[in-house]
């Protein structure tokens, strides 16, 4: 892959937050607990610390490497003509938009968001067509402000359509539902879809079926896409239409 240049900010940056400044107290029982030769204290309070360490540093390697490299090879995995119109639904600051539209000739690479920086730092489509600039790739990047339930686009208007950890941030399961509804109506025939997140990932699947797509399958992505933890991993639905 090559190197990014562009700024893509940490996502949900409040969560490793969280765990770093709930690791503080813990560190300062258990130095004091050490210090007052209580070796429970200092082994329970170490042992808890550490793992919110480690927890925050999952989430950190992920949103800053780990998911950069695991979509260069997804995407690298669908040979792309390089003439595709592709979308990325909830595409954020561009970590997944701007691989895919590196990989694009003719093509174009379509973001939409609502830009939430809640759940990007830094999130705004100014910052997205900055890092498009940084990359190289800004002719062949389109970016829209949207809802990913009411996607503005006409019916069978994208070849593939990408989606990393945004559908889960709506809150409602009729509005994720909605919002995979609305993938399948502007994927062409034959057009691919891949939909990594680390929830709900199941329900995406089942909507992927009932609306008559095929090869629908699901796969881990590994330790690289962990949020925090193994009961955070991420997880891709693939589908054609
Ligand atoms: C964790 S970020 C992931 C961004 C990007 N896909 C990435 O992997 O870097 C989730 C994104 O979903 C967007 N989002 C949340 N709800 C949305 C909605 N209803 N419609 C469109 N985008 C939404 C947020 O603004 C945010 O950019």
């Not at 003439?83 to 938009?97: H, P, S, Y």
């Not at 800004?138 to 359509?161: N, Q, W, Y």
Request: positive net charge; hydrophobic residues 45%; glycine residues 10%.
């Amino acid at each position: 892959m090559k190197a990014r240049r562009g700024e893509y900010g940490f996502d949900a940056p409040y969560v490793p937050a969280l765990m770093l400044l709930g690791s503080l107290p813990l560190w300062f029982g258990a130095v004091r607990s050490l210090m007052r030769s209580e070796l429970v204290g200092f082994v329970t309070m170490g042992v808890s610390a550490a793992f919110l360490v480690f927890c925050a540093g999952t989430f950190i390697f992920t949103t800053r490497t780990g998911k950069f490299r695991v979509w260069d090879e997804l995407l690298a995995g669908l040979s792309l003509r390089g003439d595709e119109r592709v979308l990325d639904v909830g595409c954020g600051r561009g970590a997944v938009l701007l691989l895919a539209a590196e990989r694009l000739t003719t093509g174009k690479a379509t973001g939409i968001d609502l830009w939430s920086a809640t759940d990007q730092s830094g999130n705004a489509l100014q910052a997205t067509q900055q890092n498009a600039a940084a990359e190289g790739v800004s002719e062949r990047v389109e970016l829209h402000t949207g809802d990913m339930r009411k996607l503005p686009f006409a019916d069978a208007s994208f070849e593939l359509i990408v989606s990393s950890l945004a559908i889960h941030n709506v809150p409602d399961a009729a509005g994720r539902a909605q919002a995979v509804q609305e993938i399948v109506r502007v994927l062409r025939p034959g057009g691919r879809v891949l939909l990594a997140d680390f929830k709900y990932v199941a329900d995406y699947s089942k909507t992927l079926k009932e609306a008559g797509l095929h090869e629908v399958t699901t796969r881990g992505l590994g330790v690289r896409f962990w949020y925090g933890g193994p009961w955070a991993a991420t997880s891709v639905v693939t589908a054609r239409r």
